[in-house]
């Protein structure tokens, strides 16, 4: 992603949030900018672009075909693929920023999982459950409860055991554009750096939590993948502070051989982690030339000691960049310093508990945050797959962004140490006649809703914050609940009606209940959804133009 200092992309919804590989459905794409923005568009991976409809002069939608959604998408590309950029023009200043637009698409690599209704909030599959936070109002629609973990982990442990050292909080509908991170919630450990503490009460714990890993983009949730045990990793790894020479790259580690791990360095400036793909190539006395070579993968000798899966005899010396802030290039001679692990406990105390006496297995839960509706069978499938993947025993395939490559999952990237039980204990579901769509897949209100197709879902979830009288909003709402209901049966002269229906309302509506500027970006919208479904909608040759793809220059 790049950013000029103007608006970009806050957060964005894509519904639905998996795509089918079969190229059985496109997509609504709604975009929240920071700022006030002139336009928003994607600059296709398939070539054009595509204009997305103002709805507001901070939320832009646009529907998308399955052929732009699906362009050039492989096996290898692991599930998510890549759309385009979405590019911000900034209202006052004109700047652009960039953000890469990736989708999750569900195909054949996807197993079925048996899904129930733990609660009226929350669904639950093998490895994740699915809690609905709805916004308080329109306005905080776009605004996930990033920022309060609290609430969602309270209302969790609620219906669920307290029997997780782990829980992963994975944010869409909306998602947010900032990076995962983990912070603990408690911790027993000497030697490590950090001191004792315990709030696992402020999350609904009773002492078993540890800590919590945030995913606010779903795409990038996969707990096999080198990212996600990188976030894990920080449970232990570096608080070192006291031991300036390690310490100065903490939270993760300085140019240095534990580097070269999953932990990675820090990046200067910051504390945001880098990868360090090189090797100390010695030459004499501290002098060494730096040589490329991909990171290992897996936890360093060094991270395993804290993290209390070996003794400190099992601790190789290493060596680390000294002084810091030499070039780190490739080919270049750098100077270092070795250091031994009885250096570090000198400063820091032994590791307690020791690596005899340390758990090495742990329970985690994961929790897909949705605030507008539950997610379907198929989407609640799509990331128990990715969450079942932190048990495997094997190397896998991996796509992080544009990043590919083989993933040492938790078991492997710990020599065989350490072993994660990600499966979720869901609680008694509730009878069989409670559960009827208002339960499994509430919307936004009116109350109780009722279940949409995830591309006319889109338009709904556009509506509910732009409408200001909810006799309105009610009404709109039923017409598009009743497009969907006669598209799924097949009767797609039934669906135009009521889309025309709708449409009409919208136009009548514009200048009161709506502004205009919504009504036009509402009106382009739907018969942009309603050319990718297939739905003969009057005019729609006219009026999709304005969301019809741009040709590249020839």
């Known amino acids: 992603m790049s950013a000029a200092g103007g608006a970009s992309v806050k957060s964005k919804a894509v519904y639905p949030a998996v795509i089918p590989g079969d190229g059985s ?28 409809a103002s709805i507001d002069v901070q939320t832009f939608s ?50 079925d999982v048996t899904v129930e209704s733990s609660a009226s909030d929350m669904r639950c599959g093998a490895h ?68 004792i503490f ?15 890993t945030r995913f606010p983009v779903d795409n990038f949730f996969d707990l096999a993948e080198p990212g996600a045990l990188h976030e894990l990793g920080h449970e232990w790894i570096n608080f070192l502070t006291p031991f300036p020479i390690l310490g100065a790259g903490s939270p993760h580690w ?12 820090s990046i200067p400036g910051g504390v945001v982690g880098g990868l360090f793909p090189f090797k100390f190539v010695p030459i004499s006395g ?27 005899h099992a601790v190789p010396s290493f060596v680390v960049l000294d002084p810091p802030g030499q070039a780190v290039i490739a080919g270049t001679t750098v100077t270092a310093t070795t250091v031994g692990i009885d250096q570090v406990i000198d400063t820091m105390g032994p590791r307690i508990p020791d690596s005899a006496a340390s758990s090495k297995h742990f329970r985690m839960a994961t929790i897909l945050v949705t605030r507008t509706g539950l997610l379907s069978d198929r989407e609640i499938a799509f990331f128990d797959y990715f969450a079942a993947r932190g048990e495997a025993v094997v190397p896998l395939p991996f796509a992080s962004g544009f990043l590919k490559g083989q993933a040492f999952p938790f078991p492997l990237a710990t020599q065989g140490l350490g072993s994660l039980d990600t499966s979720v204990s869901c609680p008694v579901p509730i009878p069989h006649d409670l559960r009827d769509e208002a339960a499994i897949c509430k919307l936004c209100p009116p109350d109780p809703c009722i279940a949409c197709n995830g591309l006319l879902h889109g338009i709904v979830l556009v509506v509910f914050p732009e409408v200001t009288t909810p006799a309105v909003r009610r009404s709109l709402n039923t017409k598009i609940v009743n ?25 009548a509506q514009s200048g009161k209940a709506l502004t205009t500027q919504a009504a036009d970006g509402l009106g382009a919208l739907t018969m942009r959804a309603a050319e990718v479904l297939g739905i003969p909608l009057a005019g729609i040759r006219t009026a999709a133009s304005a969301q019809q793809v741009t040709s590249p220059p020839r």
């Not at 315990?198 to 919590?212: C, D, E, H, K, Q």
């Not at 730096?290 to 899966?309: A, I, K, N, R």
Request: net charge negative.
């Open 25 to 52: 459905s496109g997509a609504v794409l709604t975009v929240r900018t920071t700022a006030p923005a002139s336009s928003v568009l994607i600059e296709l991976a398939a070539g054009g672009t595509v204009p997305l």
């Open 62 to 111: 646009a529907a998308l075909s399955a052929d732009q959604l699906l362009f050039s998408y492989v096996a290898s590309d692991v599930n998510r693929n890549f759309v385009g950029g979405i590019k911000v023009t900034d209202a006052a200043t004109s700047e652009i920023s960039t953000f890469n637009f990736f989708v999750n698409v569900d195909d054949a690599t996807i197993p």
């Open 128 to 195: 994740v459950m699915n809690l609905e936070v709805p916004a308080d109002d329109p306005a905080g629609l776009w605004d996930p409860p990033y920022d309060d973990i609290e609430g969602v982990l309270t209302r969790f442990y609620e219906v669920f055991g307290d029997v997780y050292e782990f829980v992963n909080v994975v944010f869409l509908h909306p998602d947010l554009m900032t990076n995962r991170d983990h912070f603990g919630t408690r911790n027993d450990v000497q030697g490590i750096g950090l001191p």
């Open 198 to 212: 315990n709030n696992t009460a402020a999350y609904g714990s009773a002492g078993t939590l540890l800590g919590i």
């Open 254 to 265: 300085p140019a240095s051989e534990p580097a070269h791990g999953l932990m990675g360095m």
């Open 286 to 312: 501290n002098s060494y030339t730096l040589t490329s070579e991909p990171p290992t993968g897996v936890f360093s000798p060094l991270d395993l000691y804290l993290m209390g899966f070996i003794p400190p």
């Open 483 to 507: 497009a969907d209901q006669a598209y799924k049966r097949g009767q797609l002269t039934a669906a135009a009606n009521q889309l025309d229906a709708f449409l009409s309302e919208v136009h």
